[in-house]
């Protein structure tokens, strides 16, 4: 079993836990929100914590030798259910058509720090010989 502690572009851990553990080929992300590297909620609402959240997850995805297109299964996690056509629109745009995973979208009262929007990812690692083909 693999620990990610940290990965560039992100803020670390804010509490006692890794980014992303992975263990028999699966990378689990921890829920990411729209933090920027200096951990401070990025402004212009739902909108823009979104595509920061997806940002944090590319990031941590690729530290741990994954990416998107190996995406297994998403779980969001929103305060307001009225935000889930913005939300579902820039979640949406990082995906290809061939590379949906799996999801639920979970109705929360309060994320960290005042968030609007959490995400995690469970993906498969990327093949060793998959960047040379």
Do not use: C, W
Request: proline residues 5%.
């Amino acid at each position: 079993m693999q620990r990610i502690k940290a990965a560039k572009g992100v803020p670390p851990a804010m509490g006692p836990y890794s980014l992303a553990v992975i263990h028999d080929g699966i990378v689990y992300t921890a829920g990411q929100i729209g933090l920027t590297v200096d951990a401070v909620i990025v402004d212009g609402g739902v909108e823009a914590e979104a595509k920061q959240t997806m940002e944090n997850l590319v990031k941590v995805l690729h530290a741990a030798g994954s990416d998107l297109n190996h995406a297994l299964k998403t779980t969001i996690y929103l305060t307001d259910p009225a935000d889930f056509a913005a939300v579902n629109k820039i979640y949406g745009s990082y995906f290809n058509e061939a590379s949906h995973p799996a999801r639920e979208t979970i109705g929360a009262a309060a994320l960290p720090l005042g968030a609007k929007i959490e995400i995690s990812i469970i993906a498969a690692l990327k093949p060793k010989n998959e960047d040379t083909l």
